[in-house]
């Protein structure tokens, strides 16, 4: 409380500061201050979420790995949670665990008791890796047998996971570094106007008008209002694997590619083109080459919309399915231990995400018509072209005909390629992250300069004015 209290007399004393310097007039001045102590719970609500989000990824990290290792030694779910226990004496996930273990110690009568003492977890703490560590726990303890290979890929897979979201909070405090320093530069850049109409343009009153005292409110309030979007923005939830308005949108793009009609689309674009270029020739004939010159390449472009439209569609598709597909494969790897490739893949389907299920389900219904034929695996998502995927599906057949080398090394070699896919997904998911806040970093510029513009124009009038005056 006593540092909020101090968070608070900063913020105040920098709003009067800021008054000050930019020579806000009282009206202006309460607007900004007021803005200030109003967004400031939402920052300090941010810091605050930023820490509790950061804790509990590196709770979940340290759950998964122990967890792993602890039923590897006993093979006892409620065993390896007892032991994982004391490793969160205090805190949210050591409450958790407690929950869960005394659900399976205290509950004699019903179904799926250990399954639902884990969803307690997943519920608390929902991320994909944690469901599909507690399924395979669930299913060696019931089954028993060895898992070995099972948790040596989950644990290569948390380590991966846990090294690039950390790569990529170090890129996100790069970003917010730059952000804060071009909204600094900007807001410096704005200075000069009060400071040469204190100084060497003292005969203008360009800083008492009111459309500088307006717009200079306006950019205050702007910048402010970026860095807060970009403190909020950075501040996520790391356990999230789901963004389901990404996915939706992702799987009618995808639907828009498969059942693209160019024929509809070259009419409609040839539709849109035509009088476009049929003025581009009446211009011609009129001598006005100009008008043409501009009209022509507008032509052009209507007329090829529709290829444009369906390149930049299936690029998307293409970009978001090399991002998923490696989630998809870890999960038929791990399926592969106990199951053939046929069943693997069919009871991967209600896992996989969801621009990947039609393709699935066409894929177990050519296996099922043709289970010898290489012909299923090699027109899976073929309208696309994907090497990775290509790829996989090649080795997936060559380990359900049985030839080649061992089944072992075939899905060891799977795996080692899959590792690197998860990694260049995952690091082409970040990016896209990281690219979307490029323009906030261009904004404070931006805004900057259009303050300027303004500002240099008031003092011509003023300085011009007072000339004929």
Same mark, same amino acid.
């Given at each position: 409380m006593k540092q909020n209290s101090l968070?608070?007399?900063? $913020?105040?004393?920098?709003?009067?500061?800021?008054?000050?310097?930019?020579?806000?007039?009282?009206?202006?001045? $309460?607007?900004?201050?007021?803005?200030?102590?109003?967004?400031?719970?939402? #920052?300090?609500?941010g810091k605050q979420r930023q820490k509790t989000e950061e804790k509990r990824f590196s709770d979940v990290n340290i759950y998964l790995e122990q967890m792993l290792y602890s039923f590897r030694k006993s093979g006892k779910i409620l065993s390896a949670l007892l032991d994982v226990e004391k490793l969160f004496p205090t805190g949210s996930m050591g409450e958790t665990i407690h929950e869960a273990a005394g659900y399976i110690q205290e509950t004699y009568d019903g179904e799926k008791i250990t399954e639902k003492?884990? !969803?307690?977890?997943?519920?608390?703490?929902?991320?994909?890796?944690?469901?599909?560590?507690?399924?395979?726990?669930?299913?060696a303890e019931q089954i028993g047998g060895s898992c070995e290979a099972s948790i040596r890929i989950l644990l290569k897979d948390r380590d991966m996971w846990e090294k690039e979201t950390l790569s990529y909070r170090r890129h996100c405090q790069m970003q917010k570094r730059n952000i804060t320093a071009a909204i600094m530069l900007s807001a410096s850049l704005c200075l000069m106007t009060p400071l040469l109409c204190q100084t060497s343009l003292q005969q203008i009153?360009? !800083?008492? =008008?009111? /459309?500088? =005292? &307006?717009? !200079?409110?306006?950019?205050?309030?702007?910048?402010?209002?970026?860095?807060?979007?970009?403190?909020?923005?950075?501040t996520r939830d790391w356990l999230s694997d789901d963004e389901k308005g990404q996915e939706i949108g992702a799987v009618k793009t995808y639907q828009k590619v498969v059942n693209y009609d160019f024929k509809k689309a070259r009419r409609k674009s040839?539709? #849109?083109?035509?009088?476009?270029?049929?003025?581009? %020739? &009446?211009?011609?004939?009129?001598?006005?080459? %100009?008008?043409?010159? &501009? $009209? /022509?390449?507008? %032509?052009?472009? $209507?007329?090829? =919309?529709?290829?444009?439209?369906?390149?930049?569609?299936?690029?998307?598709?293409?970009?978001?399915?090399?991002?998923?597909?490696?989630?998809?494969?870890m999960e038929v790897s791990l399926l592969l231990q106990t199951e053939n490739v046929a069943n693997s893949i069919q009871k991967s389907i209600p896992y996989a995400p969801l621009i990947l299920k039609s393709e699935l389900e066409l894929l177990v219904e050519r296996i099922a018509v043709t289970p010898e034929s290489n012909l299923p695996y090699s027109e899976f998502l073929q309208e696309?072209?994907?090497?990775?995927?290509?790829?996989?599906? *090649?080795?997936?057949?060559?380990?359900?005909? *049985?030839? %080649?080398?061992?089944?072992g090394v075939q899905i060891e070699e799977i795996l080692t390629r899959n590792a690197q896919w998860k990694k260049d997904a995952e690091e082409m998911a970040n990016k896209d992250k990281l690219g979307k806040m490029y323009l906030l970093f261009l904004l404070p510029a931006l805004l900057g300069a259009l303050k300027m513009v303004v500002d240099m124009t008031l003092i011509l009038f003023a300085f011009f004015g007072g000339i004929h005056g």
């Open positions: 968070y608070g007399m900063g $913020l105040l004393g920098l709003g009067v500061l800021l008054a000050y310097l930019y020579r806000l007039q009282l009206p202006f001045a $309460l607007i900004l201050i007021l803005t200030e102590l109003f967004i400031f719970p939402k #920052w300090l609500r003492a884990l !969803t307690i977890i997943e519920t608390e703490y929902p991320t994909r890796r944690m469901v599909s560590a507690h399924r395979l726990m669930l299913k009153s360009v !800083t008492e =008008q009111l /459309i500088y =005292q &307006i717009t !200079t409110m306006l950019m205050l309030l702007a910048v402010m209002g970026i860095y807060l979007y970009t403190e909020t923005y950075f040839f539709l #849109w083109a035509a009088p476009v270029l049929a003025a581009s %020739g &009446i211009c011609m004939i009129l001598d006005m080459w %100009g008008m043409a010159l &501009i $009209l /022509i390449p507008i %032509g052009i472009f $209507l007329l090829f =919309q529709h290829r444009i439209d369906y390149a930049l569609a299936k690029r998307s598709v293409i970009r978001e399915i090399r991002k998923v597909f490696p989630d998809w494969l696309f072209s994907i090497p990775e995927t290509a790829s996989a599906m *090649g080795m997936l057949y060559s380990l359900s005909d *049985g030839g %080649g080398s061992d089944a």
